[in-house]
Each structure stands twice: as structure tokens, then as C-alpha cells.
């Protein structure tokens, strides 16, 4: 086994990732790409919960733009959630990974219900378990799941992948001046409402000692690079 600097990870993916260079929807090609670097830190050894958001399909906040009730726009954003983990899940399986899709919110002729005692017993054996449907509460976000579920599982660490190699002080695609961070205090990035995560995320994930690697996972085997301590990122903690 290689010598991983983080063994249990929880991988939050934002639901843009899987939509690739397009607006909305899921593009296989990017699923499958992403499914690669799963896999292949799977094959290091790494123990991986993975999150998805949904926002590639829908967002509860739409609904409410227009006059509408948050509560069911939340409800499509959490099951936009499942549709986009099934399609990681049937990705992992055409590659020989078993991973179990539980949801927080009960979908259940679709797949199994979230518990603790179930997803820890599946972490264990098949090192890769899919958590969609959100927390299963509106008003609540993936980030802020993938927080949860990371506590819940004992994680070592939240690897959050977005398109950016990390966090800056400004905007690097507007301000060539940025600086990106090596490193940040959760007081820090709470305190300066960095927007990479949502403060009920940062807040769980620092009450419970867990820290957040910001990494991009727009470059094939970024997420080997982390894992191993190397690759570029910005660590949350402390
Ligand atoms: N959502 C929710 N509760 C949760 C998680 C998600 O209601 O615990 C809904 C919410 O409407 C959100 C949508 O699901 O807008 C998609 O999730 P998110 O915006 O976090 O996805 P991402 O930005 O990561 O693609």
C-alpha cells in the first residue's frame, strides 16, 4: 500500500464538476475521468466517501427566485444529488469498483437510505461509498453534508475538488496579483466568509477536527497528488 498522508478521505465534488465544459447536465466523459482518479486512489488503498452536489442540475435556491417554496426546490436540488451519484456509481462499476450509493434523503426504490452503521460497515469493506440525497434536510447544502458525513465516518480529511487549484486572496482569473494559500486557520476562512464552502461546512469540519484540502480536479491525478501530501492545495485546519 502506498503511503497515503490521508487514508480515509471524504471527496466532496461540486455538481458543475460533472457537467464539464458545459452549463448543466452530466457529461459521461467527465464522469468517467473523475471515476478514474477515484479508482485509481482506491487502488492506493485510500478508504473514499464521496459527496456530489447537484448544482449541475438544480438548486433549491432557482425555485425560490421565483416566488416559489424553498422547501421543494430543496427537495429537486437533493434528488438532482442522486441522479448525478448513480451516474458516478454505474462510472465505478464499469471500472470493477463495487460502491454503495446511500442517500440522506430516502429514495428508496432507487437505492439504500443512509445510516451510519451501514455506510461505515460498506466504508470498510468496499473502501468507496457514494453519499447522495444531501443531508435529506432543506435548507442544508453538500458541502455542509460532506462535512457531516466525513464526522460521521471518521474521516482524516474533506478533499473538497473544484476548478481552482486552491484558495486565494482574490480572484485569479480577475486579479493576477492573487495569492494563493498554503495554508488557513478555519477562524480565517470563517472570518473572511471565503465562499470555497458554506460556514455551516467550515464549522462542523473545524468543531470535529477535520481539515479541508481545496484542490482542482481539472488535471488528471490530482487527487493522487493530495492524497500523497503533494500536488498543489490550499489546507484548511487548525
Ligand atoms: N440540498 C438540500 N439539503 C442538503 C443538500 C443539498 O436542500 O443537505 C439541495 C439545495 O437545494 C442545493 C441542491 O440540493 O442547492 C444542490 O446541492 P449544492 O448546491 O450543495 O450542490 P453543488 O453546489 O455542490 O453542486
Keep these: 500500500m502506498a503511503d497515503l498522508r490521508w487514508k ?19 457529461d459521461p466523459d467527465v464522469v468517467g475521468r473523475i471515476a478514474d482518479d477515484l479508482v485509481a486512489a482506491h487502488a492506493l488503498g485510500a478508504e473514499i466517501g464521496v459527496v456530489i452536489g447537484g448544482g449541475n442540475l438544480f438548486r433549491g435556491a432557482w425555485l425560490q427566485q421565483q416566488g416559489t417554496d424553498r422547501v421543494t426546490g430543496d427537495h429537486m436540488g437533493m434528488l438532482a444529488t442522486v441522479m448525478n451519484a448513480l ?6 462499476a464499469a471500472r470493477g469498483i463495487r460502491a454503495a450509493a446511500l442517500s440522506g434523503m430516502p429514495v ?12 461505515r460497515a ?21 458541502d455542509t453534508t460532506a462535512a457531516l458525513r466525513a464526522a460521521e465516518m471518521g474521516c482524516d480529511a474533506i478533499l473538497k475538488a473544484t ?20 495554508a488557513l486557520r478555519f477562524e480565517e476562512a470563517i472570518a473572511r466568509d471565503l465562499k470555497v464552502l458554506d460556514t455551516a461546512a467550515f464549522a462542523l469540519a473545524r468543531d470535529n477536527a477535520i481539515p479541508i484540502i481545496v484542490f482542482s480536479i481539472r488535471e488528471p491525478g490530482a487527487l493522487i497528488d493530495v492524497l500523497s501530501g503533494r500536488g498543489r492545495a490550499t489546507v484548511v485546519a487548525g
Excluded at 466532496?12 to 457537467?19: I, V
Excluded at 432507487?110 to 455506510?119: E, H, L
Design 8 to 26: 480515509r478521505v471524504l471527496v466532496k465534488l461540486s455538481g458543475e464538476a460533472l457537467a464539464g465544459s458545459q452549463a448543466m447536465g452530466i
Design 87 to 92: 451516474a458516478m456509481r454505474e462510472a465505478l
Design 108 to 119: 428508496p426504490s432507487v437505492c439504500d437510505t443512509f445510516t451510519q452503521r451501514d455506510a
Design 122 to 142: 460498506r466504508l470498510a469493506e468496499d473502501r468507496m461509498v457514494l453519499f447522495p440525497g444531501g443531508t435529506g434536510c432543506p435548507f442544508f447544502t453538500t
Design 163 to 182: 476548478n481552482v487549484d486552491g484558495i486565494y486572496t482574490a480572484d485569479p482569473k480577475k486579479d493576477p496579483s492573487a495569492r494563493r494559500y498554503e
